[in-house]
């Protein structure tokens, strides 16, 4: 019945059907098309805001050394690791001294012992390739020491453990991108004792059961 009647559509209405099945299609293809493109983009701009921030531009460009190019971004982050050092080394060694729980004491000695040794190698660094480096706890450390300085007791366990646990999550990203990126040897050997070395801070940060998760974003005070 069907095979008779489509032989008896005229050819302007078989030619009718047919335009409307290939629209049809090219307008399904087109939806399928864009709702990826919408998903993806919106995967980009994720990926984007969860991104390091990017690094202070010296104004120095990039370099030739015997070690391979030397950009902007790696002499940044020659320089902050040398700032961390600069005030977590004091932090763990009051965290050896005051810590009442033998997990804060630990964290302590990992901090002195692993930032003793990432300071002499960024130090290294920094003459090796001509990097000048700071000598002293930016602003914002010696205002988070002034914080531990002033806390007693159980206020500066967590206090200690919330600090610094923040500001290792913070630098972890920072670390992978410049092993990843740095085609300087002696950046990449800096990047990748730093990444064994803030792992380990972190998990043993962790360990005192005294960080609060909720408050390591930007958004929440650290002191809380």
Not at 45 to 62: I, V
Not at 177 to 194: D, E, F, G, P, W
Request: aromatic content about 4%; glycine content about 8%.
């Amino acid at each position: 019945m069907r095979r008779r009647n489509t032989r008896g559509w005229s050819t302007a209405t078989r030619y009718s059907i047919a335009s409307a099945v290939v629209i049809t299609a090219l307008a399904l293809t087109l939806i399928a098309l864009l709702v990826p493109v919408d998903k993806f983009g919106s995967r980009a701009n994720a990926a984007t805001a969860a991104a390091p921030a990017p690094a202070d531009d010296d104004g120095l460009g990039t370099v030739s050394t015997a070690f391979g190019p030397l950009t902007a971004a790696d002499r940044d982050f020659v320089r902050k690791v040398r700032l961390a050092g600069l005030w977590e080394l004091p932090a763990g060694r009051q965290a050896q001294q005051r810590g009442s729980r033998p997990a804060i004491r630990t964290a302590g000695d990992h901090l002195v012992d692993g930032h003793t040794e990432l300071d002499r190698q960024a130090i290294q660094v920094g003459q090796a390739l001509g990097i000048d480096l700071p000598n002293q706890p930016s602003a914002q450390q010696q205002d988070w020491l002034g914080q531990m300085n002033r806390a007693k007791g159980d206020e500066y366990e967590r206090l200690f453990a919330q600090l610094l646990r923040r500001a290792h999550g913070k630098v972890f990203s920072l670390v992978a991108a410049i092993r990843n990126q740095t085609r300087n040897s002696m950046v990449r050997a800096l990047a990748t004792s730093a990444n064994s070395t803030v792992l380990d801070h972190i998990t043993v940060l962790e360990a005192t059961g005294l960080v609060d998760f909720d408050g390591l974003s930007d958004n929440v005070p650290p002191t809380k």
